[in-house]
């Protein structure tokens, strides 16, 4: 349950690779000792760890094509541990790294086995990979913030604050939690509050005024092939976000998600810890069952605590009949010349009300665009600075027809060969829709204002809203060889 | 200053063996530990400065008693500091905690770690900082800290204070009773344990750890019996699977005390940070499986919340919860549930990709409640995963690779148990791994290849029995490679380990057979200066199969080489003919030769007078000659370079393969350092014994036949005449011998071509030339040395000594050997008279350089030592030392005289008489600055006969 070191490289692209933070945890390293007896690998000096992690998640030597410690086909990466091994004196395995890597920065930390060396125990069974995932990527929300680009400034600033967050949630390798974002932690002045207890995860209480945001976020995802042998696919994930400014030491709130009379349950439902209790009928609708019509359908009930910074309260997934944008996509190539239509039709179902609504069509392994005859319906065509991507946008409304079409010729005689793409040649190719849709869900989940309850004695201002938005919406040539993207349409 | 400070740290922090090097752990420690006291130094500095004592405290107090004392120093630091620079403090507390139990203080108890057990327990209670600043509060959570590191290292250090911290925990409404409760139940964790292994103990026992009241609960001194605990497995897990044994507490169903703190503990647990909520539900998981006596349902009201949890790893206790308590928690529907869940979870899409790697591993470690097999840490399916269930972890092209790999693997696994009835899954699968390909050959960059190929070698070592996919493989990579040649390196891998793992397997030597023809098809025209090499690599590999056959390799080689058309042999260069030379060696020890021999000697011979290089011509000619002179078995033996294994050679580094593949080329071409020295020089014993005997023998002889008819005067001309003549000695001799040093490591047995260099520490001598020994071989009589000093004044001196050897890998190896030391004494030559002289000319001269030395102003000197001796020590003392030197006549005991003469022109006369108060050693020197080296070799001969006192040193110089 605790960890040997931890270290933070930063890297591009395998090149210019160093160490920027590390902490060797000797207590904990004493413990390994004495748990591992004679197989007891010592953790090694920084350089060498460096080397070893770059080497075995195939950052190495980027300049050769094949090296056999770096890309031996037995070297299987499937497991979340690594498996470094030690040269030298007191060689063997250093065993279980965890790592996770985003853009230029790799997390990296050794756990503790407390459990005999041999035979290997299996990961589910030390507490300590888990604990380790948690923290890292706690550590990665820290230093790089949640999903946006990585800015060098913050994140130099963030490693200089380090050395005192770590002796905060992990002085001695054991961790009590992740670092909090933003302001560095100075815990307020503790008010008397009664019997009740200060969670741990609460800084500090919330004074003023009372204000409660619940924004409900969908995401839709979509494969569609326009092909009688290949199933289209689409899915719907979910999320609550919530911010809640309300007084008191441990104060209730819950919110409530309801359905549409016949929509199809909320499935999958994950929920953030300070949610109290559960009913287990919420938990039980799973995507991978048969969904069938008697299953519980809500009202979903979410009674909580908040903590001081928001958060995401819950999670879910749901199997919506259609996809929100239905595409058909043709290529046909004549000479070095590509014949392009494409049709968009927006369901009935949807809002017509974007804040935004683009289709992308790329063209890979292909020389640069040279003349571009193309009519649109509606909306306006550009081509990009690089000249491989045409971008049509369509603006915030489809026309009352609910559909759009594209057609026309595109020929590429370009100087310079555009980008390429190992998936997509010929006529493999796809367009990629990127939209979102202000006050709507496609699942019909909303939250209702009167339906949020805060326990308190001020009449808090609760403000809700939902979105849909896509992801990886993918429309592909129907005439084009297109990848199984699920298994499930297959079997 | 603090910038040169944190300069310092990161340098030892990246490197502390490096940074050591250039000092010492005590001095850094001490500057340290300076630093730290100095009042002008800023907080900000002194916490920079704790890291390395936290981070490496093993290193910088190498023994206990630094380590105490180091203690102290920062205790006193400690008591010092004001309480506003909290935070300071806070890293004092974790760079104690760290030096007294890196150090062996804790364990036994010393006074600094009792002195800082008091502290963090008072640090621990206190309470009067509550009105205070909140950053004062982060001492004590540290103090808590602190103790439970302490109690984790030495388990039952604090059993004693288990109520105490129950106390804190239930009064504390701030945030510290997280650091409360993970002390508390850490500390319960390890006294149950600990009752577990006492016999007899019980619900009695239990009841008064719990009360605090330890007196009871054990009856040997707590303090000194806990520390003596060697065995660690009250470190370890105790909830391992199914398989293990959990040490149990009988305590029958009263546990009521028991019960009431884990349902306070528990009820609060929701008021934890996810982190340290995992560890106490694990502690407390571990408690109730040691304690039947508590029902494992009382962990049920908290198991709806920890499934619907977002928060890896507080699902994961609930999975270790199923793992302790099976079906006495978990209901089969329960286990259906979480089951799907990791289903779930696995590929959800807003997990990340370690996470959900993670939920996969869960899967095949499943805790099932009626595991079937044996579980430990073999892979394998929980019964409930159907293949319906786990079609949604089919891999596709758009998952990174791990995560393809992990479903890859895992689909693998269920279609594999599913049977080949139902096809389809296991379809689908080869498919996948066909669109890899297609990926691959529309020219997917270097991770999608290596992807590619783990992943065939994946699904070949589930289905290689196979043959309609085992065989469609061999046909697509065949077309692979005949479009991406550069692929060979990994082909080569494939058939490596597949021939490696896949023992009963043929498949890679179908698909090197196939890689042959494919090969050997290829029109000339389509052959480059670019695919070439990767042809004749590839052949090279199919050439060490036995079962290959190889005439089609020979023709092409034939082909290739012979032509006008053919450039090869005209623009080919060193390595493009290495590369076919290496198939050809290959085939030199095909087992199939008899029939190859005509062909392949062609080639040799078109090579040996064709090609461009004239290197390659002479290897050629080599091979083409063994070929033809030597029977197949002696040409096997010549080249075979260790055994071979299952068909295949097995490669060995050796220079003289000379085709080296380019990995291996680069170690043998690199010298490596050897951590620790390997061998060292030890000065052989001459024996002295037989030396004197011979010695002594010699001049017996010479007495019998001893008339001196020299003029006086003329002795000393002629000895000076003797002196400038080329024959006398300029050198000495000192012989070592060549041995093991202690350490052993198998791989430096047999050593090659050592050559040893010498440094010199000062400029008495002149440089040596380096020595070579062929071989040191570990078993045999190890190897004598002569070192020839040619001293330009006869100082005792010291020789740094390095060598560069060739271990039986074929590596080349630095190392640096103990330092030579050269005593005084070991310069000491007899005289350089002329051979004809007798004994009595040597007397003679003897007294003509006593006068000139005593007269003479310029270095030359006479001085009297006296000691204590009885006469029969001053006899053997000379016959042991002196006699080589000695220059009057053996019998005559009332006087001796000894010349010792030191190259290149150094004399040191004495006279030894016994007086009746002391001996006397007179001395006579023509190079005074010898005299304090005699001096100190005197008195060592002297003070090493037990009862000889040296009294008097009297020494004039001139």
């Not at chain 2, 150094?906 to 020197?925: G, M, N, Q, W, Y």
Request: proline share 6%; charged share 20%; glycine share 4%.
């Amino acid at each position: 349950m605790s960890f040997r070191a931890l270290w933070i490289i930063s890297h591009d692209k395998g090149e210019h690779a160093s160490i920027r933070f590390s902490r060797r945890f000797s207590t904990v390293e004493h413990r390994a000792k004495r748990l591992a007896g004679s197989s007891y690998v010592a953790v090694p000096e920084e350089g060498t760890v460096l080397q070893l992690l770059l080497t075995e998640l195939g950052l190495s030597d980027s300049d050769k094509s094949y090296v056999a410690q770096r890309d031996d086909c037995l070297r299987c990466h499937r497991s979340p541990a690594l498996e470094l091994q030690v040269d030298g004196p007191g060689k063997g395995a250093l065993w279980p790294v965890l790592t996770i890597s985003q853009g230029p920065l790799i997390l990296a930390c050794l756990c503790l086995v407390d459990a005999p060396p041999e035979p290997r125990p299996p990961l589910a069974n030390l507490l300590s990979i888990s604990q380790g995932i948690t923290f890292l990527e706690g550590l990665q929300t820290f230093l790089l913030g949640s999903g946006s680009k990585p800015d060098n400034e913050g994140l130099v600033s963030r490693l200089a604050m380090l050395p005192s967050v770590i002796l905060q949630v992990c002085p001695l390798g054991t961790p009590l939690d992740v670092p909090a974002l933003g302001a560095p932690i100075t815990p307020t002045v503790p008010t008397p509050a009664g019997n009740q207890k200060q969670p741990a995860w609460k800084t500090g209480v919330h004074r003023g005024r009372a204000v409660v945001n619940v924004a409900l976020i969908e995401t839709v995802r979509s494969m569609q092939y326009g092909n009688q042998s290949r199933q289209d696919l689409w899915d719907v994930y979910g999320t609550v976000t919530c911010k809640c400014e309300v007084e008191g030491v441990l104060p209730n709130v819950t919110v409530t998600l309801t359905l549409p009379p016949n929509g199809s349950p909320l499935q999958d439902i994950l929920v953030h810890p300070c949610v109290t209790s559960l009913d287990s009928s919420i938990l039980t609708a799973s995507s991978i069952d048969n969904c069938d019509g008697s299953a519980f359908s809500g009202p979903y009930k979410f009674p909580f605590s908040p903590p001081l910074e928001p958060f995401r309260l819950c999670s879910y997934t749901s199997q919506v009949p259609v996809p929100p944008i239905l595409g058909s996509y043709h290529l046909t190539e004549e000479d070095n010349q590509l014949r392009v239509s494409l049709t968009l039709k927006l369901h009935e179902t949807v809002k017509n009300s974007f804040e935004y609504c683009e289709a992308h069509l790329p063209y890979f392994n292909r020389d640069q665009m040279g003349i571009v005859d193309v009519k649109v319906s509606s909306g306006q065509m550009d081509v990009s600075k690089e000249k491989n991507l045409l971008v049509w946008t369509l603006g915030q409304k489809f026309p009352k027809s609910r559909e759009v079409t594209m057609e026309g010729r595109i020929t590429f005689c370009g100087p310079s060969p555009g980008p390429s793409d190992p998936l997509c040649t010929d006529l493999t190719a796809y367009i990629k829709l990127y939209f979102k849709v202000p006050d709507m869900t496609l699942s019909g989940c909303c939250v209702d204002q009167h339906s949020v309850q805060v326990y308190s004695s001020t009449k808090p201002r609760i403000v809700t809203s939902r979105e849909l938005h896509s992801e990886e919406y993918f429309i592909w040539n129907s005439t084009g060889k297109a990848p199984v993207s699920s298994g499930q349409m297959m079997l | 200053m603090a910038a040169a400070w944190a300069e310092r740290v990161s340098t030892f922090k990246s490197k502390p063996s490096r940074f050591l090097s250039a000092t010492t752990a005590e001095t850094f420690l001490a500057e340290l530990l300076r630093e730290l006291r100095d009042d002008r130094a800023s907080y900000n500095v002194k916490v920079l400065l704790l890291s390395p004592i936290c981070e490496h405290p093993a290193l910088l107090c190498p023994s206990d008693c630094v380590g105490e004392e180091t203690a102290l120093e920062l205790m006193s630091v400690f008591a010092q500091c004001p309480p506003k620079y909290a935070h300071f403090r806070c890293h004092l507390l974790v760079a104690l905690t760290s030096v007294l139990i890196c150090t062996s203080c804790m364990s036994s108890l010393s006074r600094a770690s009792q002195d800082f057990l008091d502290l963090l327990l008072q640090l621990s209670q206190d309470i009067s900082d509550l009105h205070s600043d909140g950053i004062l509060h982060s001492v004590r959570v540290t103090a808590c800290e602190c103790l439970q590191e302490l109690e984790a290292c030495f388990p039952g250090l604090l059993t004693q204070h288990v109520e105490l911290f129950s106390g804190l925990r239930q009064q504390d409404t701030f945030r510290f009773h997280q650091a409360y409760a993970g002390l508390h139940s850490l500390v319960l964790r390890n006294a149950v344990y600990q009752l577990t292994q006492e016999t007899g103990a019980g619900a009695e026992q239990l009841k008064a750890v719990l009360g605090g009241n330890t007196s009871v609960a054990w009856e040997a001194d707590q303090d000194s019996g806990l520390m003596n605990i060697k065995d660690s497995s009250i470190l370890s897990s105790v909830i391992l699977g199914s398989m293990s044994t959990v040490p149990t507490l009988h305590t029958g169903p009263d546990c009521k005390e028991l019960r009431s703190v884990l349902s306070s503990l528990l009820e609060e647990s929701y008021i934890l940070t996810p982190l340290s909520q995992a560890a106490l539900l694990y502690r407390l998981t571990e408690v109730v499986a040691m304690v039947p006596g508590v029902a494992p349902a009382i962990f049920r009201a908290q198991l709806l919340r920890l499934l619907g949890t977002s928060k890896v790893c507080l699902l994961h206790t609930t999975l270790l919860l199923k793992c302790a308590f099976t079906d006495s928690l978990f209901s089969a529907e329960d286990e259906a549930f979480i089951l799907k869940r990791l289903v779930v979870l696995s590929q959800h899409p807003l997990l990340t990709t370690p996470t959900k790697l993670f939920y996969m591993d869960c899967i095949l470690h499943f805790p099932e409640n009626r595991p079937i097999n044996c579980g430990g840490s073999e892979e394998s399916l929980p019964v409930l995963l159907t293949p319906q269930l786990a079609s949604t972890l089919v891999p596709t092209v758009f998952n990174d690779s791990a995560t393809m790999l992990a479903r890859l693997n895992l689909l693998c696994l269920v279609y594999l148990e599913e049977g080949e009835e139902e096809g389809r899954g296991l379809d689908y699968l080869y498919e996948h791994i066909i669109s890899l390909l297609h990926t691959v050959e529309n020219g997917g960059g270097r991770e999608i290849v290596v992807t590619f190929f783990r992943a065939v070698f994946l699904f070949l070592s589930y289905f290689y029995h196979m043959e309609c996919f085992s065989n469609g493989l061999i046909e697509k990579l065949c077309k692979l490679y005949r479009h991406h040649t550069r692929l060979a390196p990994q082909l080569i891998n494939l058939a490596d380990q597949t021939q490696d793992r896949l023992a009963e397997s043929n498949w890679a030597v179908d698909l090197l057979k196939e890689l042959q023809r494919v090969i050997t098809n290829v029109p000339l025209a389509q052959l480059t200066l670019k695919n070439l090499p990767w042809h004749l690599k590839m052949l090279a590999r199919v050439a060490e199969e036995g079962k290959a056959p190889q005439h089609s390799t020979l023709s092409f080689l034939y082909s290739v080489i012979t032509p006008v058309s053919s450039s090869l042999c005209v623009s080919g260069d060193w390595p493009l003919g290495n590369c076919v030379l290496r198939v050809c060696r290959r085939l030199l020890v095909h087992p199939s030769l008899d029939s190859l021999v005509i062909p392949l000697a062609d080639i040799l011979q078109h090579l040996a007078c064709h090609y461009s290089d004239t290197d390659i011509q002479d290897h050629a000619r080599l091979y083409y000659t063994l070929l033809t002179t030597l029977s197949q078995e002696k040409l096997a033996g010549l080249l075979a370079q260790g055994a071979t294994e299952g068909g295949r050679w097995v490669k060995k580094r050796s220079l003289s393969c000379l085709m080296g593949d380019s990995e291996g080329l680069t170690s043998l071409l690199t010298i490596h350092q050897t951590e620790k020295a390997i061998f060292s020089l030890v000065e052989v014993d001459s024996d002295p014994q037989q030396e004197t005997q011979e010695y002594r023998e010699s001049l017996l002889n010479q007495n019998e036949t001893n008339i001196c008819t020299d003029e006086v005067n003329t002795t000393l001309e002629a000895y000076r005449c003797q002196l400038s003549s080329p024959d006398v000695p300029s050198e000495i001799t000192l012989n070592y011998q060549l041995v093991h040093t202690e350490t052993y490591d198998s791989c430096f047995d047999q050593l090659f071509s050592i050559r040893l260099h010498f440094t010199l520490t000062d400029e008495h001598y002149e440089e040596l030339r380096d020595i070579s020994v062929p071989c040191l071989f570990r078993e045999r009589p190890s190897p004598v040395v002569k070192l020839r000093l040619k001293p330009r004044q006869p100082f005792p001196t010291t020789l740094h000594a390095s060598a560069i050897f060739t271990n039986q890998d074929g590596l080349s190896w630095h190392t640096i050997l103990p330092d030579i030391h050269v005593a005084f004494q070991q310069a000491f030559t007899p005289l350089p008279a002329p051979l004809a002289w007798r004994q009595e000319c040597k007397l003679n001269l003897f007294e003509r350089l006593w006068d000139e030395f005593s007269s003479e102003s310029q270095d030359c000197a006479t001085t009297l030592f006296c000691c204590k001796l009885k006469e029969s020590d001053l006899i053997s003392l000379v016959e042991k030392h002196f006699l080589p030197f000695l220059i009057s006549d053996w019998s005559h005991k009332e006087e001796f005289k000894v010349i010792f003469f030191l190259p290149p022109q150094s004399h040191v006369l004495l006279k030894i008489r016994p007086e009746v108060d002391a001996v006397h050693f007179d001395i006579a020197t023509d190079n005074w600055q010898l005299l304090p080296y005699l001096s100190s070799y005197l008195q060592t001969l002297i003070s090493s006969k037990e009862d000889a006192h040296s009294c008097h040193n009297n020494c004039e110089a001139y």
